[in-house]
Antibody, heavy 117, light 107 residues
């Protein structure tokens, strides 16, 4: 059973880069997609983007090309960078696995990231 | 973007009740519709994928149906552990989008 764990700083300054890593216990298999979803405090879920094991990515246009995702199958990690953050990017960030393109069947516990000076 | 509208936003019910929520997409999404349960402070949990397929280990009291733009989710007999927020999610088109959630509360 695959398990996921997000890691990264809990506080990021405005205009800086939010960087998170998701460590996969188990293997990053070919055929799986890996996604990032966030949830502002007290609000609903927003899909940030997904990356295929091959490295192909697709992300939410609402984030205005501020997203970079990568996967390292050797280290069993995948990563998210979100540039030029503002207070609106304050949220719990989840990493998740999808055996197809868009049903997330395994989630990390989530990590709270606050954007503040 | 495909807008997903859930109703009601909140619902009070009792243990043993049968409850149904709905999710409407702003355009047809084929069968690319999933349902998640989220409890406070926890990650969402996939319950149903592709409209009506029960995720492994999920009790059969949960079910989903629908097509095109109109979908529903039913819990046949509420258990105490079912009180949570439920989200629908489409993945027919990028960006994948979630409904705003239905909060199920104990009456």
């Amino acid at each position: 059973q695959v398990q996921l764990q997000e890691s990264g700083p809990g506080l990021v300054k405005p205009s800086e880069i939010l960087s998170l890593t998701c460590t996969v216990s188990g293997s990053i298999r070919s055929g799986d997609y890996w996604g990032w979803i966030r949830q502002p405090p007290g609000k609903g879920l927003e899909w940030i983007g997904s990356i295929y094991h091959s490295g192909n990515t697709y992300d939410n246009p609402s984030l205005k090309s501020r997203v970079t995702m990568s996967v390292d199958a050797v280290k069993n990690v995948f990563s998210l960078q979100l540039r030029s953050v503002t207070a609106a990017d304050t949220a719990v960030y989840y990493c998740a696995k999808s055996p197809t393109t868009g049903a997330f069947d395994v989630w990390g516990q989530g990590t709270m990231v606050r954007v503040s000076s | 973007d495909v807008q997903m509208t859930q109703s009601p936003s909140s619902l009070s019910a009792s243990v043993g009740d049968r409850v149904t929520f709905t999710c409407q997409a702003s355009q047809p999404i084929s069968n690319f519709l999933n349902w998640y349960q989220q409890k406070p402070g926890k990650a969402p949990k996939l319950l149903i994928y592709d409209v009506s397929n029960l995720e492994a280990g999920v009790p059969p009291r949960f079910s989903g149906r629908g097509s095109g733009t109109d979908f529903s989710f039913t819990i046949s007999s509420l258990q105490p552990e079912d009180f949570a927020t439920y989200y629908c999610q489409q993945y027919d088109a990028v960006p994948y989008t979630f409904g705003q959630g239905t909060r199920l509360e104990i009456k």
